[in-house]
């Protein structure tokens, strides 16, 4: 299926892990526009097969060694009629998203409070989140070599693994400054 954009939505085939590059780079750029930078060095690893066992995510964690990771991914947008609000996991045009677990990793709960400080503090759309099955490359930070504290910025996404995978522009929008906000508040 062609890309679609519409006037508050994207619709693609694989926007699930594209996405999350386009995040990375997005928040790296507006990090480098800020005045006095930022405190921590920041290392954006762009890996494959992460719906098959998190492979490159792993062999990349083994070798950064990082102190705290970040997982980027989509999570369910399931806010389509006849879906009850709390098995929703996320929902569009809420902003944002804090992944509080996923049946492969449980963020860190002091990352995921100074996340949703972050957010309260300027302004930024959020919403915690709990996927009850799926996982993340965020879990293979967190579990590699002595381990590293995580937490995963998500944005909710209808029809996962689709060819009209669906994100919310104003939520892509705010993933993205929340996540280069939360790493400029980092030191």
Request: a positive charge.
């Amino acid at each position: 299926q062609p890309f679609l954009e519409t006037p508050k939505k994207l619709v693609s085939k694989a926007l699930d892990n594209r996405r999350a590059c386009f995040v990375a780079i997005e928040a790296v750029r507006k990090l480098a526009k800020r005045k006095g930078g930022h405190a921590c060095e920041i290392i954006c690893a762009f890996t494959t097969q992460e719906e098959v066992g998190l492979r490159g995510a792993q062999t990349a964690a083994y070798s950064v060694k990082a102190d705290i990771g970040v997982g980027l991914d989509v999570t369910l947008a399931c806010d389509t009629p006849g879906v009850p609000d709390n098995q929703r996991v996320s929902k569009q045009g809420n902003g944002a998203g804090s992944l509080i677990q996923d049946s492969s990793m449980i963020s860190d709960a002091g990352l995921v409070a100074d996340v949703v400080a972050v957010a309260k503090k300027h302004k930024i759309p959020y919403q915690k989140s709990i996927l009850p099955r799926g996982g993340q490359d965020g879990a293979a930070i967190q579990r590699a070599g002595e381990g590293a504290r995580c937490v995963a910025i998500v944005t909710g996404t209808r029809y996962i693994h689709t060819t009209t995978e669906m994100v919310d522009k104003a939520d892509l929008e705010a993933t993205i400054d929340l996540l280069a906000e939360w790493l400029a508040s980092l030191s």
